[in-house]
C-alpha cells in the first residue's frame, strides 16, 4: 500500500513539475501569421502603432524592429508576453489593423500618421476615412 501512496505522489509531482515547465513564461517576442497584404512602414510608424496599442517605450525599442520586418514579409504579427498574445497586427492595402488587450483595437493609416477607432461608442463600425 505504501508503494502505490508512493508512486501516486511520484506521478503527480512529475505531472505537476511537467504543467510548470510548460507554462514558464517566456521573453516577449513576435510570431507572424500569413495576411493577404504587407506592408513596409517606416520606423516612427511602428513607434505610434505601438504607443498607441498601449506599449512602453522599453518594449518598442526592444520588438519594433522585429514586428516592422514580420509586417513587410508576411502582412500579420502577433505580440506574445508571457506566452500570451497581448496584440495583433494585420496590413490591410494601406492601412494596418491593430487589436490590443491594453488599448482595445484601431486601424493605422501610416499616409496621415493617424489612428482610427475600429469600432464607434455606439458599437458600429467606423464610417470615418483618414
Excluded at 94 to 119: E, K, L, M
Amino acid at each position: 500500500m505504501m508503494r502505490w501512496v508512493a508512486g501516486l505522489s511520484l506521478i503527480a509531482g512529475l505531472l505537476i513539475a511537467g504543467g510548470c515547465a510548460a507554462t514558464k513564461p517566456k521573453p516577449p517576442r513576435v510570431l507572424a501569421f500569413g495576411s493577404p497584404d504587407v506592408i513596409a512602414l517606416d520606423a516612427m510608424d511602428v513607434v505610434r502603432i505601438m504607443r498607441q496599442a498601449g506599449f512602453r517605450d522599453e518594449l518598442i525599442l526592444k520588438l519594433g524592429p522585429s514586428l516592422r520586418n514580420t509586417l513587410a514579409t508576411s502582412g500579420g504579427a502577433r505580440l506574445f508576453i508571457n506566452n500570451k498574445v497581448e496584440a495583433a497586427f494585420a496590413a490591410d492595402h494601406d492601412r494596418i489593423y491593430v487589436s490590443s488587450r491594453r488599448s482595445g483595437s484601431f486601424i493605422y493609416n501610416p499616409q496621415t500618421d493617424q489612428p482610427i477607432p475600429a469600432v464607434a461608442s455606439s458599437g458600429q463600425t467606423s464610417s470615418q476615412e483618414p
